[in-house]
């Protein structure tokens, strides 16, 4: 079946630019998170959602990057008068329910470029 | 913030050699995860370990997560060049580490 898949591929915008970013998970997963990744590092949490809720925003770098998710489906994340730091890999994996022991199942990433 | 830290960060090997990546922290996890993860492409679960102390296997690799829930290490026995990739583990399903990459040399 179809997996995770997240659009744009690449984005490269200005510096002050706002970006949006799709996460299309997979169909049937309740739960969806989105992570943060710079070259060759780890992943870094922003926010997870149970359904179309976000229990955890602690993630979030600052009120600059906001997130939604509608019909309990796709996702978008949104960062506002983005800044050459918010350059990176932004991952979205989507799991069958939010629990700690379960899979999670990773899109291929957008890669964000701010110059 | 509870962080994982990998170490080595970086590791280069020849194909057949046996290999260790550690996964450390000062905090107790209630379940820890290992992902391999390609250039280009998000990461891929590997396993998941939930009971301080318990081994776990698959083909050449053994996963072990400490006895106090606070570490585990990854231990690759006669490494192929398939194995090439960055490894990451995660604790309490969010909480990533900072990564080891390998590389396989035929």
């Known amino acids: 079946g179809a997996g995770v898949s997240q659009s744009p591929s690449n984005k490269v915008t200005e510096k002050g630019k706002d970006v949006e970013l799709r996460c299309d998970p997979i169909s049937g997963h309740t739960a969806l998170y989105w992570y943060r990744q710079s070259l060759g590092q780890g992943l870094e949490f922003l926010i997870y959602?149970?359904?179309?809720?976000?229990?955890?925003k602690s993630g979030l770098p600052s009120d600059r990057f906001s997130a939604e998710r509608t019909g309990g489906s796709v996702s978008t994340l949104t960062i506002q008068r983005t800044q050459q730091e918010d350059s990176a890999v932004y991952l979205c994996?989507?799991?069958?329910?939010?629990?700690?022991?379960?899979?999670?199942?990773f899109g291929p990433g957008t890669r964000l470029t701010v110059t | 913030t509870q962080l994982l830290e990998q170490s080595p960060q970086f590791l280069s090997i020849q194909e057949g050699e046996n290999l260790t990546v550690y996964c450390n922290s000062s905090s107790v996890f209630s379940s820890l995860q290992w992902y391999r993860q390609e250039p280009g492409e998000g990461p891929v679960l590997l396993v998941t370990?939930?009971?301080?102390?318990e081994v776990k296997k698959l083909k050449r690799l053994t996963f072990q997560f400490g006895d106090a829930r606070k570490d585990s290490s990854l231990h690759i026995t006669a490494a192929q060049p398939g194995d090439t990739g960055l490894y990451l583990c995660a604790g309490n399903q969010f909480y990533f580490g900072t990564g080891t990459s390998l590389t396989v040399i035929p």
């Open positions: 959602f149970q359904g179309n809720s976000a229990p955890d």
């Open positions: 994996a989507s799991s069958l329910v939010a629990k700690r022991e379960a899979e999670q199942y």
């Open positions: 370990v939930v009971t301080g102390g």
